[in-house]
């Protein structure tokens, strides 16, 4: 046998070896050991070795497996038709050979009519409905047969345990996928690392983890959601022709689907994908590229399906924003809790259309258990508006390669850093950038969302002397903007009215502005719901606070210990001195009717909300704010400007409130 024929075979075995080991992480222990990206790059790597070298292909190769393994604790499911998976393209030439194959396929060289929607990174499950009720859901398992999960599918809000027709079919199984939203990921992971345990690693494997559990009380108490795209077997009345009359079930039955799709030429379907490449980090869950069907269900039969693909569809994936580069040295960053984080100063390198030269590190235990260095060569990821990250060394480097060395004095204030689990503090509460995070934190989107205030301007008013804690805010005056430079007079009423509008907010929209350690948009409305009111929080105990669901002792002593310093207490004082005014708590357990198990939608720009602040306000008062309109949502909120989402809202008769008429609906001041 030559070399590199000796050579192939070896790298086929290992790449057999290491998909397999892959896919088991993936999908049978909900934690993946690798992106998408970098799956994808060694599957499409396997299956060119096994087109050019057919003899060497293996009975079980991972590239004709759907899916993983069935696990021996829930009852077998199998499916009739089985759950395919779906072949890939990459680019707008290898959709053009998609079509191509289709029409060759189809002897026809007319255009073909295609549908496309996007490709929801969560679990797939099929549904099985008996005359209108839910009877039976699944996990995709291994394709042939999956996992019973019937009880747990069933304590998800958004699946409708009967259908919404006064004639349903006799038979009719439905097909989608199971995800969770970013919030809620976010706050399961604080709640896990709160009891010490291990974070999700991301909202699909905890979509996953969540829904395989063998008490269904677990998976209900963890917010999970739903969306369908397909059929599988179908018997009775309103049998779809096609991809288009399958959408138009699902929204008359009450069946959730995204609503995001389109119909029409394969040239259509590339300006979709164009679309959401650019929107993606819009939405509030996790997409990773679109998914292209025949829309003839006629055709797709003809068509058919291999082993492990159907011929008639395929994913067009999003391109990895990702990028290789030299890792050239490290600064450190403190954060408004005065944790420091190293930031890698990286050889300057395009990823996605954007030059990236700093990307962070997280913390000193991540530096080691990548074993980065400086001089090496470094993977480096963006997603959305978030941050870039180091996610792994990509081997090679300089010739010099130097340890990274954990400070042992705060790089801004000089004062000893303290060792708390995985990092490390700045305690000085005088810290000038501990002060200066907190303040920009303090307006930002996620706290009190006070619109025109960004970093920039926070810096200016800080280093000119106007702002020295937040209480300051409320004390800025138009004269003070305007003697900054570039401050004109219409920029500095637009501050003041925007600052105006936030001088009366509710208590959980206050503690959740505060930055307190430990204490996000969740937890902050828990509290708030609990005790009511600012004078009950500054007079609960640790023990008062614990007693509190959802409260667990980290979050407990950040309460305690931030509402029983003096400093603070000043502080506060003299934001309500200044005008500031903290109404009742209205958390979760304050539900309002009108409000309480509704689900919203906002759209457009909002005169007298942010739309975070919007979002708060309705989880505040009992209901639920999504990203998409869907058949289940119940109301529209539309503001200036508002698109494609009222439009969808019109089609699907979903009612459009105002602004007013949903601070009516609500029963509660425009400045809550």
Not at 180 to 204: I, K, S, V, Y
Not at 241 to 262: K, N, T, V, W
């Amino acid at each position: 046998m030559k070399t590199n024929d000796t050579e192939t075979r070896q790298r086929y075995e290992h790449l057999c070896e290491i998909l397999d080991k892959y896919n088991r992480h993936y999908y049978d222990l909900d934690a993946p050991l690798v992106d998408d990206a970098e799956y994808d790059r060694l599957m499409r790597e396997l299956i060119n070795i096994e087109k050019r070298n057919p003899g060497l292909k293996r009975e079980d190769s991972p590239s004709g497996r759907v899916g993983g393994t069935v696990s021996t604790v829930f009852s077998e499911v199998p499916h009739d038709p089985p759950m395919l998976s779906l072949g890939n393209v990459f680019s707008p030439e290898e959709l053009d050979d998609f079509d191509a194959r289709c029409r060759k396929g189809l002897a026809t060289d007319g255009e073909l009519l295609y549908t496309a929607e996007l490709k929801y990174d969560g679990l797939a499950v099929e549904i099985v409905y008996l005359d209108g009720r839910l009877s039976q859901g699944s996990t995709r398992g291994n394709g042939a047969v999956g996992e019973d999960v019937t009880e747990n599918l069933s304590t998800i809000g958004s699946i409708p345990l009967f259908l919404d027709t006064p004639d349903p079919p006799d038979y009719l199984s439905v097909r989608g996928e199971v995800f969770m939203r970013h919030g809620e990921f976010e706050r399961l992971n604080a709640l896990r690392t709160e009891m010490d345990e291990a974070p999700f690693a991301n909202p699909r494997n905890a979509a996953a983890g969540s829904l395989r559990q063998l008490n269904p009380e677990i998976t209900a108490r963890r917010s999970l959601d739903a969306y369908f795209y397909g059929t599988g077997m179908h018997r009775g009345s309103r049998v779809p022709m096609s991809q288009a009359e399958i959408f138009e079930l699902f929204r008359d039955l009450g069946i959730p689907f995204s609503g995001e799709y389109a119909c029409g030429s394969i040239d259509e379907i590339k300006d979709f994908y164009q679309r959401w490449q650019e929107n993606r980090y819009s939405l509030d869950l996790d997409i990773d590229g679109i998914v292209i069907k025949l829309n003839d269900l006629a055709l797709r039969e003809q068509l058919g399906a291999t082993a492990k693909f159907p011929r008639w569809a395929t994913a067009w994936k999003f391109p990895a924003k990702e990028g290789i580069t030299l890792l050239e040295s490290v600064d450190y960053q403190v954060g408004r809790t005065g944790v420091v984080t190293p930031v890698a100063n990286l050889s300057p390198v395009n990823i996605g259309g954007v030059i990236v030269k700093r990307a962070t590190l997280h913390n000193f235990s991540e530096v080691e258990r990548l074993g980065v260095r400086i001089g090496s060569r470094v993977r480096v990821k963006r997603a959305g508006d978030v941050i870039p990250k180091v996610v792994d060394t990509a081997g090679g480097g300089g010739a010099e390669q130097a340890e990274i060395i954990p400070p042992s004095h705060c790089p801004v204030c000089g004062s000893n850093l303290q060792r708390e689990d995985i990092y490390l503090r700045c305690v000085n509460p005088e810290c000038e950038a501990v002060r200066l995070e907190s303040l920009k934190f303090f307006v930002s989107k996620d706290a009190m969302d006070i619109e025109y205030f960004g970093p920039e301007l926070v810096m200016r008013l800080y280093r000119s002397g106007f702002l020295r804690d937040i209480s300051d805010f409320y004390r800025i005056t138009r004269e003070d903007l305007l003697g900054l430079e570039r401050m004109g007079d219409r920029l500095a009423d637009k501050i003041m009215e925007s600052l105006s509008k936030r001088r009366e907010v509710s208590l959980s929209h206050f503690l959740r502005s505060l930055g307190i350690r430990n204490v996000g948009e969740h937890i902050a409305g828990v509290v708030a719901g609990e005790l009511g009111t600012m004078d009950a929080v500054r007079a609960a105990g640790v023990d008062d606070l614990m007693n509190i669901n959802e409260v667990g002792p980290g979050v407990a002593e950040s309460l305690y210990e931030y509402f029983h310093d003096p400093g603070n207490l000043e502080m506060i004082d003299r934001m309500m001195s200044r005008g500031l005014r903290v109404s009742g708590g209205q958390g979760p357990s304050g539900s309002r009717e009108g409000v309480a198990g509704m689900t919203f939608v906002f759209t457009g720009t909002l005169e007298r909300f942010g739309r975070k602040q919007a979002e708060a306000l309705v989880r505040e008062l009992g209901g639920r704010a999504a990203g998409t309109v869907s058949a289940n949502t119940d109301y529209v909120v539309a503001g200036e400007s508002a698109g494609s989402k009222a439009k969808r809202a019109r089609e699907l008769g979903v009612q459009i409130l105002t602004e007013d008429e949903f601070i009516k609906l609500a029963g509660i001041s425009g400045d809550e």
